[in-house]
């Protein structure tokens, strides 16, 4: 297939077929190659070593895993997953320590490490904006959601780690915890953090009620209990009604935040957020966050604003920015922050649910319109990093939109396998 009729098959995707036929010329370009170290963790994106993302983050691997386990690569999402409980079962004692009060919170190096070496599963002797919840959530959330499914077994290690992490969230009280989140920038109470753990808890809980194994966690060196689960669950909710639909209401202008697309996450794949507040935040995203070429992070964004290459160097573009984001935020023009490729496969994910649901037109239009937004954010012949590669973001270069140095990014690629397996499952209702 040359590049016409990949744009001609692009514009159709009348049929289960035709589908079937693009997402396999991608597949043959390597678009949704996902390369994994031996032990089966994801680096963020292959790059230059310069950006950094060839470490882990936790965050990462679990978007990533649970794409491939959505679209039933079941193997890979459950060798990762079981990577990511060694790695935690290793560094226990960040827990064990915060928990007993031994470890201060407010000291991001004590808390447990989001990033880290994958071939080693050792912790990066360098500073970074540890304090995410979101990415410990995540993990509680899809490691369950394995148990449950049977593609993992717990141990009783495991099960121990796994009340670990509920009684660190309760001694750092996640919902009031300023945390770093999805995006490592400075420190505030958001609903996304909040919601994320909010949704590992009840997965762990409902896995805990389908198994046996309540009893494994009433012992004294864990005592997690039904009671303390649903408190913290209670607790989290109740703060979210205070927030959502926005990020952040603190009063600080500095972190209130009203549109993130971090959002978007607890509605898929999460599923916590549904009905009048996902519409809330999905128009909000449409109306205020979207581009031409992809969809901001938030406003305000100077995470590879305009011309970023010219005004930091390469060790710099990564760097934790977390203590010191005015030092960032100065190069900032509005309106010319990055577009993130990472939102328009998950919103597309969101409509075509709600279609297989609704049976409405508008929900079909929206479930396309971001589908062939996301389809579009491919790389072309050129792009420097080759074609149909799957940017994490696109900047304005010299006045042009253009992929930044993250292409391809892996969670990029495993939101765009989601959006097309998605568009199957609509054309099959159709027919």
């Given at each position: 297939?040359?590049d016409n009729s990949?744009?001609?098959?692009?514009?159709?995707?009348?049929?289960i077929?035709e589908?079937?036929?693009?997402?396999?010329?991608l597949e043959?370009?390597q678009?949704f190659?996902?390369p994994?170290?031996?032990n089966?963790?994801?680096?963020?994106?292959i790059?230059h070593e310069?950006?950094?993302?060839?470490s882990?983050?936790?965050r990462?691997?679990?978007?990533?895993a649970?794409?491939?386990?959505?679209v039933?690569?079941?193997?890979?999402?459950?060798?990762?997953?079981?990577?990511?409980t060694?790695?935690?079962?290793?560094?226990?004692?960040?827990f064990?320590?915060?928990?007993?009060?031994e470890?201060?919170?407010?000291?991001?190096?004590?808390r447990?490490?989001i990033?880290?070496?994958?071939?080693?599963?050792?912790?990066?002797?360098?500073?970074?904006a540890?304090?995410?919840n979101?990415?410990?959530g995540?993990?509680?959330?899809l490691?369950?959601?394995?148990l449950?499914?049977?593609?993992?077994?717990a141990?009783?290690q495991?099960?121990?780690?796994l009340?670990?992490?509920?009684?660190?969230?309760?001694?750092i009280?996640?919902?009031?915890?300023?945390d770093?989140?999805?995006?490592?920038?400075a420190?505030?109470?958001e609903?996304?953090s909040?919601?994320?753990?909010?949704s590992?808890?009840?997965a762990?809980?409902?896995?805990?009620?389908?198994?046996?194994n309540?009893d494994?966690?009433?012992h004294?060196?864990t005592?997690?209990?039904?009671?303390?689960?649903?408190s913290?669950?209670a607790q989290g909710q109740?703060?979210?009604e205070?927030?959502?639909?926005?990020e952040?209401?603190?009063?600080?202008?500095?972190?209130?935040r009203k549109?993130d697309g971090?959002?978007?996450f607890?509605?898929f794949?999460?599923?916590?957020?549904?009905?009048?507040?996902?519409?809330t935040?999905l128009?909000?995203?449409r109306?205020?966050l979207m581009?031409?070429?992809?969809?901001?992070?938030y406003l305000?964004d100077?995470y590879?604003?305009?011309?970023y290459?010219?005004?930091?160097?390469?060790d710099?573009r990564?760097?934790d920015?977390s203590d010191d984001?005015?030092?960032?935020?100065?190069?900032?023009?509005?309106?010319?922050?990055?577009?993130w490729?990472?939102?328009?496969?998950?919103?597309?994910v969101i409509?075509g649910?709600r279609?297989?649901e609704?049976?409405?037109?508008?929900d079909?239009?929206?479930?396309?319109?971001?589908l062939d937004r996301?389809?579009?954010?491919?790389?072309?012949s050129?792009?420097?990093?080759?074609?149909?590669?799957c940017?994490?973001s696109?900047?304005?270069?010299?006045?042009k939109?253009?992929?930044?140095?993250?292409?391809?990014l892996?969670?990029t690629?495993?939101?765009?396998m989601?959006?097309?397996h998605q568009?199957k499952?609509t054309l099959?209702?159709?027919?």
């Amino acid at each position: 297939m040359d590049d016409n009729s990949f744009l001609a098959l692009k514009e159709s995707l009348q049929t289960i077929e035709e589908t079937d036929q693009l997402f396999s010329f991608l597949e043959s370009q390597q678009t949704f190659s996902f390369p994994a170290l031996e032990n089966g963790l994801f680096p963020a994106a292959i790059a230059h070593e310069s950006t950094g993302y060839q470490s882990i983050w936790v965050r990462d691997n679990i978007h990533v895993a649970h794409a491939l386990n959505a679209v039933g690569k079941t193997e890979p999402a459950s060798k990762a997953v079981a990577t990511l409980t060694e790695y935690f079962l290793k560094h226990r004692d960040r827990f064990d320590k915060i928990i007993s009060g031994e470890a201060n919170p407010k000291e991001v190096m004590q808390r447990p490490h989001i990033r880290f070496d994958g071939n080693t599963l050792g912790e990066i002797d360098e500073k970074w904006a540890h304090a995410q919840n979101d990415a410990l959530g995540y993990f509680v959330w899809l490691y369950c959601r394995m148990l449950e499914q049977g593609h993992l077994t717990a141990s009783a290690q495991s099960l121990e780690l796994l009340a670990a992490f509920v009684r660190y969230f309760e001694a750092i009280r996640f919902w009031e915890d300023a945390d770093s989140g999805h995006w490592e920038e400075a420190r505030k109470i958001e609903a996304s953090s909040i919601g994320t753990v909010v949704s590992g808890l009840i997965a762990l809980k409902e896995y805990l009620n389908c198994s046996d194994n309540w009893d494994d966690l009433q012992h004294q060196q864990t005592l997690v209990t039904p009671e303390m689960l649903d408190s913290l669950i209670a607790q989290g909710q109740t703060t979210l009604e205070e927030i959502l639909p926005a990020e952040c209401i603190q009063a600080d202008p500095l972190l209130a935040r009203k549109y993130d697309g971090a959002l978007l996450f607890l509605i898929f794949p999460l599923g916590l957020v549904k009905g009048e507040l996902a519409d809330t935040i999905l128009e909000d995203v449409r109306t205020h966050l979207m581009g031409d070429y992809g969809i901001r992070r938030y406003l305000g964004d100077s995470y590879w604003c305009a011309d970023y290459k010219e005004v930091f160097s390469e060790d710099d573009r990564t760097s934790d920015f977390s203590d010191d984001q005015a030092s960032r935020d100065q190069y900032l023009k509005p309106g010319q922050e990055a577009q993130w490729c990472i939102f328009d496969s998950i919103m597309s994910v969101i409509y075509g649910q709600r279609f297989l649901e609704s049976r409405q037109d508008a929900d079909l239009e929206k479930q396309r319109f971001h589908l062939d937004r996301a389809l579009n954010q491919l790389t072309t012949s050129e792009c420097p990093f080759g074609p149909y590669r799957c940017p994490e973001s696109y900047f304005l270069e010299k006045g042009k939109y253009v992929p930044n140095d993250i292409t391809p990014l892996l969670w990029t690629q495993g939101n765009l396998m989601m959006a097309l397996h998605q568009w199957k499952q609509t054309l099959k209702a159709q027919q």
